[in-house]
């Protein structure tokens, strides 16, 4: 008989999946392929007040038709939660509503840091942030 924490999180399943690095005015997108392990750069979504642009997010749906849906969830060093934590799981508890996919969490720490040490420009960082984020994801 499984324990609850070999239950929380569904099984991986195969195809397209599209990762998320949340942030209050924008939002990383990447897309990733479970076969390949491999994740790419795709958008970056603007948020307002915490809105993102759903509109933008339905589009990217459509166009790549995920099976799954991966958050990244923004925690300190220490494996503690930040502010961003808990609207990052709100965050992706809608898009799993929204969009009826699987809904994987990730935590990551430093994806931006990542990001920024392969020298993109600041305003460039999210869809790597959200690439860099898939991939670990896609390889655990």
Sequence with gaps: MPNSAQTKQPVKPKGVV???DFGL???GVAIGQTITQTAAPQAIVNSKDGKPDWEHI???F???Q???IVVGLPMRLDGTEQALTQPARKFGQRLSGRYNRPIFYIEE???SIEAE???LKQKH???HAAQILLENWLQS
Excluded: C, H, M, Y
């Design 18 to 20: 599209i990762g998320f």
């Design 25 to 27: 005015r924008r939002i």
């Design 58 to 60: 339905t589009k990217l």
């Design 62 to 64: 459509e166009q790549w």
């Design 66 to 68: 995920p099976v799954a």
């Design 109 to 111: 720490q430093l994806s």
């Design 117 to 119: 040490n392969r020298g």
């Design 125 to 127: 960082i999210d869809d």
